[in-house]
């Protein structure tokens, strides 16, 4: 019997999808982060985690739930899922293994290579369908303004890098921005061209001013990461 600690949500659900909150470390300070101020989203509980879950309690807890019922697992928390890449996988595997008709999504900013300090995109391979990339903008100093990464400069490359690598292994990798206000159209086209020439999709993220990101700054992400 695992002994859960309190206020742990290691799960929750999102619509139709069952979302995994593995970690709260990000290397991004983003000021739009929706962590700044909520303690959770889409109704869940805290988001805040006592401690890390183990992996043991990150399967559990995914297996608490209905999976005739749900089609998705997402791993999308408050923090950025591939801190915890070995964990992620070995979830998404153990989907694979015993559910394996639910879609595996990770939501992400991107930056696991530089958190791993080695290459990861193929590490994705046969285990996700689905990779969610936060671009935000079309602008490197601009990312680095807003999302604070702690990489420095390097990160939105490194983001790029990845985007470009993953598509080899993933089957769908998409690139998001939020829409209008928190993007101009400009912006959104030039963001177009970039996922053009990685080889991925742009989707524009709807814009929600309450419960979700907040009308700030130039970008933004309704998601936690
Ligand atoms: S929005 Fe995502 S990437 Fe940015 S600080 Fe929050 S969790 Fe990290």
Known sequence: MINYAPMMTI?????????????????????????NNARGVFGSDSLWLEREPSLEEAI????????????????CGYGEPT????????????????????????NT??????????????????????????????DPEEYLRVCRP?????????????????????????MTVVDVPVTTLDQQERCR?????LGVRLRIRRYEAKGGNPP???VGSAKAS
């Open 109 to 138: 900013n991107g930056l696991s290579d530089l958190i791993a300090g080695a290459p990861t995109a193929s590490r994705f391979a046969g285990l996700v369908d689905c990779l969610s990339i936060s671009l935000n903008t079309d």
């Open 11 to 35: 799960t929750y659900r999102v619509h139709d999808a069952i979302y995994v909150n593995l970690t709260n470390r990000c290397p991004c300070a983003c000021t739009f982060c929706l962590r």
């Open 216 to 218: 700030a700054p130039a």
């Open 83 to 106: 801190e915890r890449l070995d964990a992620l996988l070995a979830v998404a595997s153990h989907m694979k293994s015993h559910h394996p008709t639910v879609r595996i999504r990770v």
């Open 150 to 174: 702690r990489f420095g400069i390097a990160a939105y490359p490194a983001m790029l890098k990845f985007a470009t690598d993953a598509a080899k292994f993933v089957p769908e990798v998409v």
């Open 60 to 75: 559990d807890s995914v297996e608490g739930w209905d999976w005739s019922r749900f089609g998705e697992l997402v791993f």
């Open 193 to 197: 061209a970039i996922c053009a020439r």
